[in-house]
């Protein structure tokens, strides 16, 4: 059974974070494991409070990871400050860990910044140089290339000038209002659109960590970038089509849609 790590936030509620990057990893097929960067005390409704785990910690836990079950494919998520994404940095390099997925979690759906400047700084200079693929939304690309998306053309331009920037892969996501659920990949190879369709499902909490694990975890079992991001897709489309509705507020997807009940 291929492998692999999610280092991210606990999300209390399931939806999202490592929880959801679990629930994703072991529908797909592949044996999960994970980093904790951060407890969160959330809902669908929102985030109460949040406790970061300790640099040291995070090293710890993903040291005794990957040095007993080496990963075949690594996703990071929320990491809010400088010294944890250092940590993920040096790890990275030190265990020479594979498939690294990066979701630069930067920007909430409402347009909130949810990480320092300090800790986009260090993602830029650390992290993201590290990663096989990066997955920005809208909000989150326009301060990886500093300059307005808002069309088509200007997501194409935005990916190819963080690619060059920063040499990885670029799975831009559109989505935030913006040509629709369409999602553009650049590699050093090839560029590819996704076309996405909109489902009618106000319950998308925990979509983007979803996304993220799911390609990682295609990319463990082997799979090229573009099925990898193609198989991701129809994944999350399948669990969103499930219309599952829990919570008062944005609720979860049906990770386990497959599931006969």
């Keep these: 059974m291929k492998t692999a790590l999610t280092i991210a936030g606990s999300d209390s509620s399931g939806g999202a974070g490592i929880q959801a990057d679990l629930k994703t990893m072991i529908s797909i097929g592949v044996y999960g494991m994970?980093?904790?960067?951060?407890l969160t005390a959330q809902n669908t409704t929102g985030v109460s409070a949040i406790m970061?785990?300790?640099p040291e910690f995070l090293e710890e836990q993903i040291k005794m990871c990957v040095t007993d079950i080496m990963p075949n494919a690594v996703k990071t998520g929320m990491v809010a400050s400088s010294k944890l994404i250092e940590v993920i940095a040096k790890s990275i390099k030190k265990y020479k860990l594979q498939n690294v997925v990066v979701d630069p979690v930067m920007v909430a759906t409402s347009g909130a910044k949810l990480i320092t400047d300090e800790a986009i700084q260090t993602l830029k200079e650390n992290l993201l140089p590290l990663a096989t693929l990066i997955t920005p939304n809208i909000p989150e690309a326009e301060i990886l290339c500093g300059f307005s998306i808002n069309s088509k053309e200007d997501m194409e331009k935005a990916a190819k000038d963080i690619f060059q920037k920063y040499g990885c892969a670029v799975l831009l996501k559109?989505?935030?209002?913006?040509?629709?659920?369409?999602?553009?990949?650049?590699?050093?190879?090839?560029?590819?659109?996704?076309?996405g369709k909109r489902i009618n499902n106000p319950n998308t909490h925990g979509t983007g960590c979803t996304?993220?694990?799911?390609?990682?975890?295609?990319?463990?079992?082997?799979?090229?970038l573009k099925d990898s991001v193609q198989n991701a897709k129809d994944y999350i489309s399948n669990a969103l089509s499930a219309m599952l509705d829990l919570?008062?507020?944005s609720g979860p997807l049906n990770h386990g849609?497959?599931?006969a009940e």
């Design 247 to 249: 919570g008062k507020g």
């Design 52 to 54: 970061e785990v300790t």
């Design 174 to 195: 559109g989505g935030h209002n913006l040509n629709d659920a369409n999602d553009f990949l650049l590699t050093k190879d090839e560029q590819v659109w996704f076309a």
């Design 257 to 259: 849609y497959m599931i």
């Design 211 to 224: 996304l993220s694990s799911a390609i990682a975890s295609n990319l463990a079992k082997g799979k090229s």
């Design 34 to 38: 994970s980093a904790i960067t951060a």
